[in-house]
Structure formats: C-alpha cells, structure tokens
C-alpha cells in the first residue's frame, strides 16, 4: 500500500496513520479537505513529499465534494481549499508547490464543473505517481555514493512513510541494499516525535536491512569513533545556494561529520529546492507544541517537572558547505551548489 492513495470509487483519500507505528499498522479514510489539514499538521502524515502529495489530494477533496454551479465558483472554493492547506504547516516546500501544480492544472480548465473535477483529480494523482519514479531514480543515482560493507547514520524518517512510496534518503539505502551491498545504519532516534526510532526502524525491519538505533547524541561518537563511513538524510525545504532544512538535529549531525571527515549527503528531490531563497537563513522553520518535548514518560511516571516549559523548533538548517553533495532525480551535484543546483533543475526530465 502507498503512504497516500487516492480512493476513486468513493472520493476518498486513504493514509497510514503513522502516529500509531510501530505498533499499530492502521489506514484512515478522509473526505473533506478539513480532515486533510488536521492530518497534515497533527503529523498523521508527515515527510515532505508525503505531505506534499497529501496537500494535492486535499484539493481533490474540495473538488469532489463542491457543490458549486459554476467553474468560476468551484475555483473559488479551491482557493479557499489550497489557502487553509497552505497553512498547515510552514516549511516543507512541497506542499505549497504541490498545491500550486493542482492550481495551475485548475486554471487551465474552464469547461464546466465536472471537467475542473476532473483535471484536479488528475493533477494531484500525477504528482502521486510521479513521487514514486523520482524517488527510485533518486535511489539508482545515489546508491552508487554506497560502498559494500558501509555502516550509514541516517537522521529522521525519510522512506516510503515520509513520499508516497519508496522513499528518498532511505530509498537510497534500501537500493543498496537491493543491490546486495552489505551495509549497515544507525538510526538517530529523532527526538522529540522519534520518526527514527518508531519509522525508520520499523520500516528497516520490513525490508530486512541490519540497524541499530542510537541516541541522537550519540552520533558525534559513532563519527568520531570511525565507525561510520557514511551519513544521509532528506531535506523539508533546500535554498538555492545548496543550505538545507531537514529534522531539528540534522545541523549537529553534519558539523560531527564534517569534524571527522565522514561525507554527509542530502537527497532532495527538485520539487524540494526553492530558488526563490537566495539562503538558508530565509526559511521558515516550524515551531511545534512544546508538549512534544515535554509529554515524555518512563515506567508510566512523567519525566519532566511540573511546570517545566520547552521549545520546539522542528527544523534546522544546514549549512551547504557541510554537504559533500545533493542527490536529485536529475543525477548527483556536486559543489558549486548555486551554480549546479540551478542547473540540475534546468536538466528536468521527468
Ligand atoms: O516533521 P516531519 O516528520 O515531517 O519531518 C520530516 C523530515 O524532516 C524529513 O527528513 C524530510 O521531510 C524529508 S522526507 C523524504
């Protein structure tokens, strides 16, 4: 099953709802673009791509429910669809680009409501689909950067769950492994909603690749100690000049890589890279519930203090020089970023 898929028969959209993994594998049926906002933001569905496609079908939503009687009044409430998606959350790139495509595909219909319908539909299951193939050729370019008998620390979730299916950064792994290389990864927990510990291990375990799960702070040992050779994650949002926004703590894990000669690469696809952002210090990086940071407990008693408060900034940016390359669906760029990101787009070819 994909992470999201549209429901044709009855006009609904079908999602994992991940907050329960690992230890319940259960789908939920959306039908308005309301439900569709909630998921996106209460990270029933999360992962750029993911949320990006997800966002796409909420507009389908809004078009199979209308009930508007013109073409001009369906766009309308298409508008105010894409407005409150927009919204869900701020920095994962995918999803207002993902909305913009179903918006453009809407404007260019203007024969009647059930042909609007339809070209919106449409527009979001291509992006659907289209994930899919730019993730596997994502993972053909990038597991040539795997060498057999590597040992890679991946940060987050960044597979199958986090796209529609296959996934980017831990799609690239899994094709290294499909490949027969013998390899390894350490799985960086991922305070504070632990996509590392709950999905990335679940979903190593489903493809029967060998991990462990480590820390978040115990990262810098791992590097400093030689016993990592590679290091990946994905990316929320890339500027033009290669700075990238990915999980809170990707920052930390490239400086330990860097400090220790250990490359670190991002896998983005192009839909991620916003050349509107000259720089990394221009993204909007998400600040959630404090309580994801608080609500913690061992042998059923809180953790924290009464009356303790947190902060939770979801995302980071780092820096490009801390990227030993960037691998797109477009092939592998490596620096100059803000002369070859710009042309690895203009080389689209999907
Ligand atoms: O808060 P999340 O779980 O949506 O954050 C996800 C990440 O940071 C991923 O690394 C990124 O979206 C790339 S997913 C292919």
């Known amino acids: 099953m994909r992470t999201v898929e549209w429901d044709g028969r009855c006009g609904e959209l079908r999602l994992i709802d991940q907050r329960l993994l690992p230890s319940e594998l259960k789908i939920i049926s959306l039908s308005d673009y309301n439900q569709v906002a909630d998921a996106i933001r209460d990270m029933v569905v999360r992962g750029a791509p993911a949320i990006g496609a997800t966002g796409a079908f909420g507009l389908a939503l809004a078009a199979q ?29 995918n999803l207002g680009w993902a909305l913009d495509r179903v918006m453009e595909a809407a404007g260019q219909s203007e024969s009647n409501c059930d042909d609007l319908r339809i070209a919106v539909i449409n527009a979001a299951q291509k992006i659907a689909d289209e994930d899919v193939t ?12 795997i060498d057999d008998g590597d040992t890679i620390l991946h940060h987050c979730n960044t597979g199958a769950l986090a ?10 792994i899994r094709m ?22 709950r999905l ?16 978040d702070g115990a990262a810098g040992f791992f590097l400093r100690s030689g016993q990592v050779q590679k290091v990946f994650f994905g990316g929320d949002r890339m500027a033009a000049n290669g700075d990238v926004a990915n999980k809170i703590g990707t920052y930390m894990l490239a400086l330990a890589a860097n400090d220790n000669s250990v490359p670190a690469y991002a896998v ?80 689209l070819k999907i």
Not at 163 to 172: E, K, N, Q, R, Y
């Open 176 to 197: 290294a492994h499909e490949q027969g290389k013998r390899i390894h990864v350490l799985v960086d927990e991922t305070r504070p909603c632990l996509q590392g510990a």
């Open 65 to 93: 429910r209308s009930s508007a009687k013109t073409v001009e009044g369906m766009k309308v409430e298409l508008e105010e669809a894409a407005r409150l998606l927009r919204g869900s959350r701020p920095t994962a790139i």
């Open 163 to 172: 796209t529609v299916d296959w996934g980017t950064a831990l799609g690239v």
């Open 200 to 215: 990335t291990a679940w979903e190593l375990q489903q493809y029967h690749i060998p991990f462990d799960i480590i820390a």
């Open 268 to 347: 983005v696809p192009t839909s991620t890279i916003d050349l509107l952002l000259a720089h990394g210090g221009l993204i909007p990086i998400e600040e959630r519930d404090p309580d994801e940071v608080l609500n913690i407990q061992v042998g059923g008693r809180p953790v924290v203090p009464t009356g303790a408060t947190a902060i939770n900034p979801a995302f980071d940016v780092t820096p490009h020089h801390l990227l030993s390359a960037i691998v797109t669906e477009n092939g592998i760029v490596y620096p100059p970023f803000d002369e070859n990101l710009a042309s690895a787009l203009s080389r």
């Open 134 to 145: 730019i993730n596997r050729r994502m993972a053909e370019y990038g597991a040539v950067l």
